[in-house]
């Protein structure tokens, strides 16, 4: 049997105690409240009649400042013109920047609710598992930075491209951020190139085990920690090398939870990056690295947080340290009886040598491309044999397209511009 409400209660006994049918105490008891609440019921009853049954809130907005229709019915169709793809977090914060509408982000995902479209991320609560135990915030800013690299469909055409970032370990601060074709050392060492110019070089880096980072061992995987670590020190990587002339210590992650800050960074990015470059017409490395400021004032701005103490960690590079040689790539070679050398399967001359057993130092970066030092001077290398891919070159992705940009200024003379 269905119980009956007490709007259906107070329907039925007041008007008998207006008529003198019960009493007040009766009535108390059948609507469930004290007596000297019923008897101000039954006094309203007499004054106002059946209309006393009536919610004075019908009729009326609940909430008074609640957003114009046609702000709401905007918000809808450019959700719906975008395809739908962005989160609703994502487009509440991004609909002031971009499309100029000054509204909350409860205004929105209200919006989108009542439209009854779903957010892509909308998911069943699942059964909650053990997650691995947070490690504490470091007290300082520029005391520990964790950097890692991922690769993405940030443009969203099918073609994967790697980004490689650093965020500070007390601040979340995202202090740089880059992309290129592959991970390799040089997008890292453009990375801290950029860190350097902001001046948030820190003590210390996490990071994993790669080889960016640190010699690996044929028997790696029968090397306990130490003896993986003492193997590094005797072959040391360039970005180790970097470090000791910097100051900076490296400290090497056991697991991706380790450094679980800059995986879920990551997972933020992956999430935001794509919608927002396809509004901004962002579709190449080139636009996106131009970018990376604007990226990083924007994670900043969301997702920074305030460092236990004031007072900063970062250190200064020495003044007599040429950056854009430090962060570079280098090899030395030496030319043969002929007086070219070779760099990963192909042959190049520099004007004015014709002999063998000169060592030559090359120079590899983002922001200097190929560059040859010899007698204390950048020289010309003229490229002979013509670039090319070769099935088991030794020559990286990174590698052959800084090398084509290059030989791109000059290709009338087929030489390296240096």
């Known amino acids: 049997m269905k119980r009956p409400n007490l709007l259906e209660l107070k329907k039925k006994y007041i008007p008998l105690r207006a008529a003198g049918k019960i009493t007040n105490k009766e009535l108390a008891y059948y609507l469930h409240m004290t007596v000297q609440h019923s008897s101000v019921l039954v006094s309203r009853y007499k004054k106002e009649g059946e209309s006393c049954f009536i919610n004075g809130h019908t009729g009326l907005h609940y909430n008074p400042n609640r957003a114009k229709q046609e702000i709401r019915d905007k918000i809808v169709q450019l959700y719906k013109e975008e395809g739908c793809i962005a989160t609703f977090a994502n487009f509440a914060r991004d609909i002031k920047d971009f499309y100029h509408i000054n509204c909350s982000a409860r205004v929105v995902v209200s919006a989108l609710k009542e439209a009854g479209i779903k957010s892509p991320k909308a998911r069943k609560t699942q059964p909650t598992k053990a997650s691995h135990r947070p490690r504490p915030e470091r007290k300082h800013k520029g005391s520990l930075v964790q950097i890692d690299g991922t690769p993405y469909d940030f443009f969203m055409d099918g073609t994967k491209v790697t980004a490689v970032g650093a965020i500070d370990d007390a601040s979340h ?208 290398a003229k490229l002979l044999d013509g670039l090319q891919r070769t099935y088991g070159d030794t020559l990286s992705n990174t590698e052959y397209e800084l090398l084509a940009k290059t030989l791109d200024a000059d290709m009338h003379t087929n030489c390296v511009c240096v």
């Open 173 to 380: 601060s995202l202090l740089g951020i880059h992309f290129s074709i592959a991970e390799s050392r040089m997008s890292y060492f453009e990375l801290f190139h950029q860190m350097a110019e902001k001046h948030v070089l820190p003590e210390s880096f996490y990071t994993d085990w790669s080889r960016n980072f640190i010699s690996v061992a044929r028997n790696n995987a029968k090397m306990s920690v130490e003896e993986r670590i003492e193997y590094a020190k005797d072959h040391k990587t360039e970005y180790m090398k970097i470090c000791e002339k910097l100051g900076i210590k490296t400290i090497f992650a056991l697991s991706p939870e380790a450094k679980g800050r800059v995986e879920r960074m990551w997972q933020t990015l992956q999430l935001n990056l794509p919608i927002m470059f396809k509004r901004r017409g962002i579709d190449t490395i080139e636009k996106a690295n131009k970018a990376a400021s604007w990226i990083c004032e924007w994670w900043n701005k969301y997702f920074s947080i305030d460092p236990l103490e004031e007072e900063e960690r970062y250190i200064t590079p020495p003044s007599d340290i040429d950056l854009e040689d430090l962060f570079s790539v280098h090899k030395e070679v030496t030319t043969r009886h002929d007086g070219i050398f070779s760099y990963c399967e192909h042959d190049f001359k520099i004007d004015g040598l014709s002999w063998g057993g000169e060592k030559i130092n090359l120079s590899i970066s983002y922001r200097n491309g190929f560059r040859v030092f010899w007698h204390n001077s950048w020289r010309r």
